[in-house]
C-alpha cells in the first residue's frame, strides 16, 4: 500500500480570507457559515478545496503478524478438517459426479469464514435508521448452525448505507409511497420496453435528470444490474475501457459481458491513467494497430471500501487530452457529498455536462431501490433502445420510484422546507467530525477526509470478528471486510455514517471504538496526534 | 394499475402483454401486507444481504419458498434477471462445460457469458441432438481422462421457454443427466405458479421429485407479482451462492415490502388451488380458439398449457425487415 497524501494546500492569504464571513470576493459570495469559498467552476483564478486523501502504510510489524496469523488460522483450519469429520451438507444421490466445488474455496469457507461468521448476515426486524433493532441469534458449534434466542437488542447502526437518513418507516415519503402502492400496486411484471412504463417512471427519470444536471436519465430496478446490463450497450469488442483498479464487482462483471478491453490503472492514480491512455493511443488496438472505436474510464465517485474520493477534475483534463468518454459510478456519491448533494461534480464544482455518463444508484442516499444513468439526450434515447436492462428485466416498482421522487424533492428542497439542505450539512459534519476523531486516537483511517465512508484498518482477521463483536455487546452494529472483498491484509472495520446520527449518538461510539482499540491494540498510526479538541462544526480549517 | 386491464393513452385494453399470470397485481390482500410492512420497515433495506440488509421478512420468504418447493434451502434476490444470470456464473468457471438449449432466454445467456464455460447448445427441445452433443463430450472425456475429472458439466434449461412457449421434455432431461452425470439448473421463470396442478411448477406437472434437479431458479415477477427472483435446491448447492451470488453479495437486498407482497402470494398459492385450474382452462381455450379462428398465413406456437403464446406467421418471407413490418402492422391494428 503505497503512501499517498495528496493536499491542495491554500496559501495564507487564502487562509486568511477563509475566515471571513458574509464577505463578497472576486464576484463569489462567501454564504457558508465556515467562511470557505467554494469552486467556481467558471471563475479564472478558482480556490480549490482542501483534497486530503491519505493511505498509510502499514507497519512492518503489523504486516508480519498478520501475515503469521492469516497462516496460523489456515494450519488451524487443516488441522481441524483432518481431525474432525465437517458438520456440512454432503451431497446425496451425486457420486460419481465431478465436485461442484474447487478445494480451497470450500477448505476457506468451512475453516476460515466459517469461524468469523456471526459478525455478517445479521437479521433485522426494524427500519434501519439511525439505530437498528436487531435479531439475536447464538451459535453452540462456533459458526456451523445459528439458532435465535428469541431477543431484539437495539443497536447505533454504523454499518448501513443510509447517508441522508432517508430509511424511515414514519414521514412523507413513506406515506408517499403507500398511496402509490394502492394506486399503482406493487409491480409492473413487464419490461419497460413492453407495458413496464408508466407515468411514475417518466417523473422519475426528468427528475433524477435535473437533479444531476444532465439532459435525460433513464431507471432501472436494481443498482448492480444498472451497471451490469448497460455496459455492454454502450462498449463492446473493439473499444478499449480504463477502469480504476478498485471498481466495483457490478462494473467488473458489465465490462466482461461487454467484450471490450480492459486496462487498470492504479486507484486513483493519476500518473498510472495518464500512462496508460498514453500508451492506448499510440499502440492502438492489439495485433491490428488500428485505432480503438472508443475509450471509456470508468470510476466511481466514492469508492466504498477505500473511502476515497475520484481526483475528477484531473481526470477531466486527461478525458480532453486524450479524446476519452467518461463514465462516473456514483453509487455512494450522489446525495452524499457535494454541497447540494448532487455528487461529486457538485463537489468539485465542475459542470456535470462534462462528464458523459452519469450512474448512480437510489439504494443509499434515497433509501429505496435502483439505479439511473444520466447523460445526453442522444445517449439515452439509444439506451432505451437498447439497453438490455429496458428491454428485458421489469421496470421499478412503483412504491420505489414514489419514495425516491419525494426524497429527491426534499433534498431540492422542492418541498419548501431546508430540511435537504439541513440533511446534507448534517452528513458533512458527522463524516468529519467522526475521522478527525479516530485520527486524534491515533487509529489509521483511510480515504478522503469528506468521504462519508471511513474505513478504520485493522489489518487482521481476527482483530475485525473482535472489534465487530466486541462492539456489538456495547450495543453498536458495525461492519467488518476482509478477503476477499479486500486484499489480504488490510482488513478493516467501515463506518458509513448517516445525517440522521446525533453527536452524542457519535460521541458514544467513539467511547466504545476507543476502549477496543486500547484492548486490541489498533492505534497503528504513527502520524503526530493533535491534542487539540476537535470542534463539530462546518469548519475545514481545523486540519490534522 | 397494469392489472387485467390496462390504459394506453384514452383506450381501456385487455392486457395480454404482461406477465401477470396469476392476477396477483390487482390483489387487495396483497396491497395490504405490503402497506403493513412499508409502514414498520420503510422502503429501502439500505445494504447488502451481509451487512444488515437481511430482514425476518427476507428469512421467511426464503423459509417459505424452500418449503413449497419441497427442497431444503432457498435463496432470494432483488431482481429476477440477476438470479439466474448471477446463479450461472456462481457454480460454472472458465473450465466448465455447459449444454443449453439454443432457445433459452437473456437473462440465461447473460448468465453464460459472465460463466465463461465452454457453452454447447443444442437444437431447440431436440432430445437426440443433445445426446449427440453429449456422447461427443464423452469421447472427449476418454480421451483426456485427466481433464475429465476437473470439468464439470452442466445442463440448462427452461420449463416453459419464453422465446417459444413450449415445455421442456423433463424425464428425457433427467434421464440423460443420469446417464453423464451432468448437473441440472432448471429455471421456472414461467413455469413456477402457472404449471402443475397445484402450481408447484415443471416437477409437479411430470410428477418428478423436485430433488432430483441440482437448482430451480424461479422468479418473483411473473406469478407472484414482487419483484425479485429466488433459487431453491439442496443445502449443500444454495448456501455457496450466499458467497459466490454476485447479485446477491453485491447489491442491496430487496425491498422488504415486496418480499412481504411475495409472502402474501404464496399464502394465496397454497389456500386456493383452484386458481390455477382457470388458469389452465385459460390457457388451452385460448390456444384451441386461435388454432382454429386464425387467418391462414399465421399460426399459433406454443404448448396448449402455457401461458406464452407465440403468433407467427406460417410461411415467414426470410426477410427479417419486412417480416416485422408486417407483424408491427398486425399489431398496430
Known amino acids: 500500500m503505497a503512501l499517498d497524501k495528496t493536499e491542495y494546500s491554500m496559501s495564507a492569504a487564502e487562509k486568511m480570507s477563509n475566515g471571513a464571513v458574509g464577505r463578497n470576493k472576486n464576484g463569489v459570495r462567501v454564504d457558508r457559515s465556515d467562511g470557505h469559498v467554494h469552486q467556481n467552476g467558471s471563475a479564472k483564478k478558482e480556490k480549490r478545496r482542501p483534497f486530503i486523501e491519505s493511505f498509510e502504510n502499514i507497519p512492518l510489524l503489523t504486516a508480519a503478524t498478520t501475515f503469521i496469523g492469516f497462516h496460523l488460522i489456515l494450519l488451524m483450519g487443516y488441522v481441524t478438517s483432518i481431525i474432525f469429520t465437517p458438520k456440512v451438507a454432503r451431497e446425496k444421490n451425486r457420486q460419481g459426479y465431478v465436485p461442484l466445488y474447487d478445494r480451497f474455496e470450500s477448505f476457506y469457507s468451512r475453516y476460515v469464514y466459517r469461524r468469523l461468521r456471526d459478525c455478517w448476515n445479521i437479521p433485522i426486524c426494524g427500519c434501519p435508521g439511525s439505530e437498528v433493532t436487531i435479531k439475536d441469534r447464538v451459535t453452540h458449534d462456533c459458526g456451523w448452525t445459528f439458532e435465535y434466542t428469541g431477543t431484539q437488542s437495539t443497536a447505533l447502526n454504523l454499518g448501513s448505507y443510509n447517508y441522508l437518513g432517508f430509511a424511515q418507516a414514519e414521514g412523507s415519503c413513506s406515506e408517499d409511497s403507500a398511496v402509490k402502492i394502492k394506486e399503482l400496486g406493487c409491480a409492473t411484471a413487464s419490461p419497460r420496453i413492453e407495458f413496464g412504463t408508466q407515468k411514475i417512471h417518466q417523473e422519475l427519470e426528468a427528475l433524477t435528470a435535473e437533479f444531476v444536471g444532465m439532459e435525460d436519465a433513464i431507471t432501472f430496478g436494481m443498482g448492480f444490474a444498472t451497471n451490469a446490463l448497460n455496459l455492454p450497450s454502450i462498449v463492446s469488442k473493439g473499444c478499449l475501457v480504463v477502469s480504476d483498479e478498485k471498481n466495483h464487482a457490478s462494473l467488473i462483471l458489465g465490462l466482461r459481458l461487454s467484450g471490450a478491453n480492459v486496462e487498470v490503472f492504479k486507484h486513483n492514480n493519476m500518473e498510472s491513467l495518464r500512462q496508460v491512455l498514453h500508451n492506448a493511443v499510440i499502440k492502438g488496438q492489439p495485433r491490428s494497430h488500428r485505432p480503438w472505436k472508443k475509450i471509456l474510464i470508468v470510476v466511481e465517485g466514492v469508492y466504498s471500501m477505500e473511502g476515497s474520493i475520484v481526483r475528477l477534475p484531473e481526470i477531466l483534463e486527461l478525458k480532453r487530452k486524450y479524446k476519452a468518454y467518461l463514465y462516473v459510478d456514483e453509487a455512494h456519491s450522489i446525495g452524499a457529498i457535494g454541497r447540494n448533494g448532487r455528487g461529486v461534480v457538485d463537489y468539485f464544482g465542475v459542470d456535470p455536462k462534462e462528464v458523459d455518463i452519469l450512474m448512480g444508484t437510489y439504494t443509499k442516499s434515497f433509501g429505496s431501490a435502483g439505479g439511473y444513468i444520466a447523460g445526453s439526450k442522444a445517449f439515452i434515447d439509444h439506451m432505451r433502445v437498447n439497453s438490455h436492462g429496458n428491454c428485458y428485466a421489469t421496470s421499478m416498482s412503483s412504491s420505489c420510484a414514489q419514495q425516491i421522487i419525494s426524497s429527491m424533492k426534499i433534498i431540492m428542497g422542492k418541498d419548501g422546507t431546508n430540511e435537504g439542505k439541513k440533511r446534507i450539512d448534517q452528513l458533512a459534519r458527522n463524516s468529519r467530525y467522526f475521522r478527525r476523531r479516530l485520527n486524534q486516537m491515533g487509529i489509521i483511517t483511510i480515504g478522503n477526509n469528506d468521504s462519508p465512508v471511513v474505513p478504520m484498518m485493522v489489518y487482521m482477521h481476527s482483530k475485525i470478528a473482535s472489534v465487530v463483536r466486541r462492539l456489538k455487546t456495547n450495543n453498536i452494529a458495525v461492519v467488518g471486510v476482509g478477503f476477499p472483498a479486500t486484499p489480504l491484509m488490510e482488513g478493516r472495520i467501515r463506518f458509513c455514517l448517516s445525517a440522521a446520527h446525533t453527536k452524542e449518538q457519535l460521541d458514544n461510539a467513539l467511547v466504545h471504538v476507543e476502549e477496543a482499540a486500547d484492548f486490541l491494540g489498533l492505534r497503528y498510526s504513527r502520524k503526530r496526534r493533535s491534542k487539540e479538541p476537535v470542534h463539530y462544526s462546518d469548519s475545514e480549517s481545523e486540519m490534522e | ?333
Open chain 2, 1 to 333: 394499475m397494469v392489472g387485467k386491464y390496462i390504459q394506453i393513452g384514452e383506450r381501456n385494453c385487455l392486457n395480454l402483454g404482461t406477465n401477470n399470470y396469476l392476477g396477483m397485481i390487482e390483489n387487495p390482500e396483497i396491497e395490504k401486507s405490503a402497506l403493513e410492512c412499508l409502514s414498520h420497515y420503510g422502503v429501502g433495506s439500505c445494504g447488502p444481504r451481509g451487512f444488515y440488509g437481511t430482514t425476518e421478512v427476507h428469512l421467511d420468504l426464503e423459509d417459505k419458498l424452500a418449503e413449497y418447493m419441497k427442497c431444503e434451502e432457498a435463496v432470494v434476490y432483488s431482481y429476477g434477471f440477476s438470479t439466474i444470470a448471477s446463479a450461472i456464473p456462481a457454480y460454472a468457471k472458465r473450465s466448465d462445460v455447459i449444454f443449453v438449449d439454443e432457445m433459452v432466454n437473456f437473462a440465461i445467456q447473460k448468465g453464460l457469458d459472465a460463466s465463461r464455460s465452454q457453452i454447447n447448445y443444442f437444437k431447440h427441445n431436440d432430445m437426440e441432438d443433445l445426446e449427440r452433443l453429449l456422447m461427443e463430450q464423452a469421447d472427449l472425456d476418454r480421451k483426456n481422462p485427466k481433464k475429465a475429472k476437473r470439468t464439470r458439466r452442466f445442463l440448462v434449461a427452461e420449463g416453459i421457454y419464453m422465446n417459444t412457449g413450449l415445455m421442456a421434455p423433463l424425464p428425457k432431461l433427467l434421464e440423460l443427466r443420469e446417464k453423464y452425470k451432468l448437473r441440472f439448473f432448471l429455471d421456472e421463470a414461467i413455469s413456477f405458479g402457472t404449471i402443475g396442478k397445484t402450481g408447484h411448477g415443471l416437477t409437479e406437472h411430470f410428477n418428478i421429485d423436485p430433488s432430483e434437479i441440482d437448482m430451480i431458479s424461479g422468479s418473483l415477477e411473473n406469478s407472484i407479482g414482487s419483484i425479485g427472483g429466488f433459487c431453491v435446491g439442496s443445502h449443500f448447492i444454495i448456501e455457496h451462492q450466499r458467497l459466490s451470488g454476485l447479485g446477491y453479495c453485491f447489491s442491496a437486498s430487496a425491498p422488504p415490502l415486496l418480499m412481504a407482497a411475495a409472502i402474501t402470494a404464496l399464502d394465496i398459492m397454497q389456500r386456493d388451488p383452484s386458481i390455477f385450474q382457470t388458469l389452465r382452462d385459460n390457457s388451452t381455450f385460448i390456444h384451441s380458439q386461435l388454432s382454429s379462428q386464425l387467418p391462414s398465413d399465421l399460426r399459433v406456437h406454443g404448448h396448449p398449457e402455457s401461458v406464452i403464446k407465440h403468433i407467427r406467421l406460417a410461411n415467414p418471407s426470410g426477410d427479417k425487415v419486412a417480416d416485422e413490418q408486417l407483424l408491427n402492422e398486425i399489431v398496430d391494428k
